[in-house]
């Protein structure tokens, strides 16, 4: 395996195991109760900023791994949409850098 491609699964595994550390942990505080996170997102002006930030790129990431796949035909990287919604834009980015750059056949 190529270093990039090393290092982009490295980040994906990243993007998913510490962002969760801190989801599960607040789910634990709080109570599993989604809208109340979501709520804690918007508590001020500056964490509305981050949520919009992220899923503005997190649009623009589904967006671009949808063209990417309608053209290069890798299926498989459309695992990197869920990806990118259920856990965040830290994981689905790398990930789907690592399927796209895998070797042709």
């Known amino acids: 395996m190529a270093p990039i491609r090393m290092i982009y699964l490295a980040l994906a595994i ?37 949520v919009w930030d992220l899923t503005i790129a997190a649009v623009a990431l589904t967006v671009f791994i949808i063209s990417e796949v309608a053209v290069r035909r890798n299926w498989v990287a459309l695992i990197a949409i869920p990806a990118t919604f259920c856990i965040g834009v830290s994981c689905g980015l790398p ?5 796209r750059s895998r070797p042709v056949s």
């Open 95 to 99: 990930l789907y850098l690592f399927l």
């Open 14 to 50: 990243w993007g998913a195991i510490h962002p969760m550390y801190y989801f599960v942990s607040w789910f634990n505080a709080n109570g599993y109760d989604l809208m109340a996170m979501v709520d804690a997102w918007h508590v001020n002006a500056a964490t509305s900023g981050l």
